[in-house]
């Protein structure tokens, strides 16, 4: 029997009831990333339900499935990510967030039930597959140092041709599939800044060394790394988030602490920009009799799409819903750590849209509504099974 692009369309299409649910499950018991113990011993059992699939856990808290075919051939791994963050949902579904302060608010819940259903109807195909699916189950997207590099250092991509992973996108509304090709989300880095001053009394200046004031010409002259110091043509973000300093109106403080993000894709202008970040901070601290402390941590590498693997996916979106489905996006200064497996096989990182105004579903991802459009779920189980059949078995 030769599976056809129409049967692959109905058996995933079957299985759109049970992803819903599961991913209903998902969300109302969220785990924040590195603690996803039921999250990932749910996973386990359901695909051991499945049968077919070849379990581990490479981690305490993710699984891998191997999707092994009668006939050997290449291996494609398919990744979802399982955490939650750290919000108190506000939303009031019978299925909302039963674990106080936490909540899944950017879809990963969705991600792992997509996983799930693709492995339902892959699990059913596999002695017409030539080679493997390897189902990534990846703990720990949200908080670095992240999950997926210690998955890669566990071993979960050796062997592996190429990775494909996809993000639920509420800012897409659903039917569409967003693709990007070579650069496609940034390299997320955290500073933290102390400026150290001398405190006293506010009404007698003269006898400190104000921080405050000094701190804020660090924040307004960190601008001219980006807007002066670097090309203009290479995208760089600098952003102080945090400050923190002062008790009250008549004490001016001796230190003050500022912390923020840098996101850029070119690997030269990364390694550049702490140096050129700490030549300000020095200056300007020094003019002024003060001290400081820079430390600057890297954060994910940027996604960086294969010019194949994206031209797969591509054709993928055209073969099963038409070529008004495909939205052709932009970069983004977003970071995802699915960049840790792409660094072992070429990748394709995609975007299913999942935003529905006419469902009231309109907040950003992070934000305590959040919710996707669960009919999008359907068009990710199609996308990670058309995908697998087309990269292994060529259609
Ligand atoms: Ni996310």
Known sequence: MTTTSQTLKELSESVTEQVIEWRRFLHAHPELSFHEENTSQFVYDTLKSFGNIEL?????TSVVGRIIGKQPGKTLAIRADMDALPIEEKNTFPFASKNPGVMHACG???HTAMLLGAAKVLSGLKDELNGEVRLLFQHAEELAPGGAEEMVQAGVMDGVDAVIGAHLWSPLETGKIGIVYGPMMAAPDTFYITIKGKGGHAAM???TVDSIAIAAQV???????VSRQTNPLDPLVVSVTKIQGGTTHNVIPGSVELVGTVRSFDAGLRKNVPKLMERVIQGITAAHGADYDFKYEEGYRPVINDRGVTAMMEE???DVFGEEAIARLQPNMGGEDFSAFQQKAPGNFFYVGCGNPVKGIVYPHHHERFTIDEDALENGVKLFVHAAFKFLNGH
């Open 56 to 60: 581990s856990r490479p981690t305490r």
């Open 108 to 110: 990963h819940d969705g």
């Open 205 to 207: 200046p003269h006898q």
């Open 219 to 225: 924040i307004t002259n960190l601008q001219h790394v």
């Open 316 to 318: 993928a979106v055209r």
